[in-house]
Each structure stands twice: as C-alpha cells, then as structure tokens.
C-alpha cells in the first residue's frame, strides 16, 4: 500500500481544524446557556400574537437576559427559528437550558400555562376587568364578545346570568387564549360540575342551575362563616315554599349599588330593582356575586328545618341566630340592632 504523502496529511489535519474551528462556532452557542436572569425567579417570555424574531429579539435584548446575543442569532438561523411571525405566548425559562432548548421551545410554540383565578367578582364587567390579566386580550374584547346577542343566545344565558357559566376556581389555560375559548372552556366546567346528581337535588326544590347559582351568591354575601350557610340556604329555600319574598339584605345592597353599606336602612328597602328582593317576590334575575363552592354546595345541600328567619347575632361572631316564628326573630334583630348602635354603626 502507498504511503500517503506527508504533505497531503499535513493539508487533511488542517482541513479537519478548520472544519473542527467552523463546527465549534457554528454549534457551540446551542449547547451553551441561554438565559442569565439575575433574579432566582424563572425568566417569563411574553410574546404577542403576529411578532416575528425581531420582536423577540428586541424584547429579550430590552430585559437584558441573553448570555451570548450574537450566539443566540446564530442558533436562531441554523435552527430556523428567524421568521416573520412565530407563535405567540407565555414562555417561562430557567437559568440551566440551553440555547437549543430555549429556540426549540419557542419554535414548537409549546408555551406555559397560565394559572386563571375565577372568584370574587359581582358582575361580568368587573369578572372581564379581573380575567384579562391572565390573557393577551384586553377586558374590553373580553366583555364586547360575553354582550354579543348570539353568543348569549347560544349558551342560553343574557348579561345578569352570564356569570353563571363560571364556576369558581383555578383553571390552567394559555395566555393566547382567545374569549370564546374561554367560554366553551367555562361551558365544559360548568357543565362538570352540575353533575345529574347535583341537578337532582335541586330539581326537588324546582330551582334550575341558574337559580341555584343566584341564591349561592346571596348566600355567599350573608356569611363567611361557612358551616351556617346550609343552613340559611334552607331560608331562604323554605320562604320560596311558602310564598315569602326572600328580603335578603345583600340583594338591596347589590340593587343600590351602595356596595360599602354597613347596615342596611327602611330608605334603602325601597329602592326599586329587580334585585331588590324587599319589593320583588322570588330569586332575583341573576347572581349578585360569583358564590364560592361552599356556597354552591350550601344551596344544593341545603339543610332541611322549619327556620324561615335568621339574624346575625350581637357580637363579632359573624354568626347568626334563627328563628321560626317571627316573634322570636323580631326579639333577635333587637338584640343586633341595639348592638350596632352601642358600637356606632347607624
């Protein structure tokens, strides 16, 4: 066999090199880290929907994250991730990945989920202001898409029961969630929670999903204190049986809109609204508040007894007091009133 001339190795050793050198520029910024976030909380990537890789570029140069900004631009291009418009979303990054595998995460468009509180709101215009912080979509489109005559007329609710739709709870979703996303996502847990056997229990008191859920959010406002509210659902459950009118205090707080109302007043009983359940027989036309399972679970397991009136008690219990017979309740609301005004409250 021929010797090789040294000369030849000599020029295969150096095309080796240069071709190692080339692969060491080329590929190394892939496997180096990416992200040096100085902070121990994870780097989060918000990238808005229509961005292309000059937008992203801009934004992590802007919040000063990138170990090696030239390296990242080349990885971008081998890994073909420099485009007109890439997806769009919520990204969250450590400081242990790699460039490959910050790149690769953001070109599959396999963004993180976003953790959705839905709670403690009174109407849809304040539920729309509370969700669109969890979404690229602003509070605006958010309740112009809930208003929309066809989209009510599709889930069978109008502006005051819309928010029944809404059990309340935490739900992972993605920040590009789009406002009838969220709806049908709504749809589906409402529907899960209303289970047959949740709807037979309050079928035996002829109430519909949407009525239960309004005398839930009553219930809600009249105690915190959650083992009593069973109980005060069979209230208001036994005054609809014998054809009271539920005089629930927070619905004329709801009607006023006077929501800072310490004590309620005979001038506030008459201020006329649907929700005003002093003047108007029956549950009102939507919830007053988004009620919390507990008091979901009050109404669908409402306690059976012979209590048509409750009082809260004198003292800072946030407790009440029942009664079956009016005589006995008028000498209870004595009691709390004489307490408020021993306390200053008018």
Same mark, same amino acid.
């Given at each position: 066999?021929?010797?090789?001339?040294?000369?030849?190795?000599?020029?295969?050793?150096?095309?080796?090199?240069? #071709? @190692?050198?080339?692969?060491?520029?080329?590929?190394?910024?892939?496997?180096? =880290?990416?992200?040096?976030?100085?902070?121990?909380?994870?780097?989060?990537?918000?990238?808005?929907?229509?961005?292309?890789? %000059?937008?992203?570029?801009?934004?992590?140069?802007?919040?000063?994250?990138?170990?090696?900004?030239?390296?990242?631009?080349?990885?971008?291009?081998?890994?073909?991730?420099?485009?007109?418009?890439?997806?769009?979303?919520?990204?969250?990054?450590?400081?242990?990945?790699? =460039? *490959?595998?910050? $790149?690769?995460? +953001? !070109?599959?468009?396999?963004?993180?989920?976003?953790?959705?509180?839905?709670?403690?709101? !009174? =109407? $849809?215009?304040?539920?729309?202001?509370?969700?669109?912080? &969890? @979404?690229?979509?602003?509070?605006?489109?958010?309740?112009?898409?809930?208003?929309?005559?066809?989209? /009510?007329?599709?889930?069978?609710?109008? %502006?005051?029961?819309?928010?029944?739709?809404?059990?309340?709870?935490?739900?992972? #979703?993605?920040?590009?969630?789009?406002?009838?996303?969220?709806?049908?996502?709504?749809?589906?847990?409402?529907?899960? @929670?209303?289970?047959?056997?949740?709807?037979?229990?309050?079928?035996?008191?002829?109430?519909?999903?949407?009525?239960?859920?309004?005398?839930?959010?009553?219930?809600? *406002?009249?105690?915190?204190?959650?083992?009593? !509210?069973?109980?005060?659902?069979?209230?208001?459950?036994? !005054?609809? /049986?014998?054809?009271?009118?539920?005089?629930?205090?927070?619905?004329?707080?709801?009607?006023?809109?006077?929501?800072?109302?310490?004590?309620?007043?005979?001038?506030?009983?008459?201020? %006329?609204?649907?929700?005003?359940?002093?003047? &108007?027989?029956?549950?009102?036309?939507?919830?007053? &508040?988004?009620?919390?399972?507990?008091?979901?679970?009050?109404?669908?397991?409402?306690?059976?007894?012979?209590?048509?009136?409750?009082?809260?008690?004198? %003292?800072?219990?946030? /407790?009440?007091?029942?009664?079956?017979?009016?005589?006995?309740?008028?000498?209870?609301?004595?009691?709390?009133?004489?307490? +408020?005004?021993?306390?200053?409250?008018?």
């Amino acid at each position: 066999m021929p010797r090789i001339p040294k000369k030849i190795i000599i020029v295969i050793v150096f095309i080796i090199l240069i #071709m @190692f050198i080339l692969a060491y520029y080329l590929l190394h910024p892939l496997f180096e =880290t990416a992200i040096k976030n100085e902070k121990e909380n994870p780097y989060i990537l918000f990238i808005p929907s229509g961005s292309g890789f %000059d937008d992203v570029f801009q934004i992590l140069t802007r919040d000063s994250v990138l170990q090696n900004p030239s390296g990242f631009i080349k990885s971008a291009k081998l890994l073909k991730y420099i485009k007109e418009e890439v997806p769009p979303g919520k990204y969250i990054f450590n400081n242990t990945q790699s =460039t *490959k595998e910050v $790149i690769s995460k +953001l !070109r599959s468009g396999n963004q993180d989920p976003v953790n959705v509180v839905v709670n403690n709101v !009174r =109407t $849809i215009e304040d539920l729309a202001g509370k969700i669109d912080e &969890y @979404f690229e979509v602003d509070s605006l489109t958010i309740l112009e898409y809930f208003k929309q005559p066809e989209i /009510q007329q599709e889930y069978k609710v109008n %502006d005051e029961t819309l928010m029944t739709l809404f059990i309340p709870n935490t739900y992972q #979703m993605f920040w590009t969630t789009k406002p009838e996303k969220l709806l049908e996502r709504m749809k589906k847990e409402h529907d899960k @929670f209303w289970t047959q056997a949740n709807l037979d229990k309050i079928k035996k008191w002829n109430l519909s999903p949407i009525q239960a859920y309004t005398l839930a959010s009553i219930v809600e *406002k009249e105690s915190n204190y959650k083992p009593e !509210r069973p109980a005060i659902a069979g209230v208001y459950l036994n !005054r609809i /049986q014998q054809g009271m009118k539920l005089q629930a205090d927070p619905t004329v707080v709801f009607a006023t809109g006077q929501y800072d109302l310490k004590r309620v007043l005979y001038s506030h009983l008459e201020y %006329d609204s649907p929700y005003n359940t002093y003047m &108007y027989e029956g549950i009102p036309p939507g919830p007053i &508040y988004m009620p919390s399972i507990s008091s979901l679970e009050a109404v669908i397991n409402a306690e059976k007894h012979n209590y048509i009136f409750f009082c809260a008690k004198a %003292d800072n219990s946030g /407790q009440h007091v029942f009664a079956s017979t009016l005589q006995e309740h008028n000498k209870n609301a004595e009691l709390f009133s004489n307490w +408020l005004n021993s306390i200053g409250i008018k």
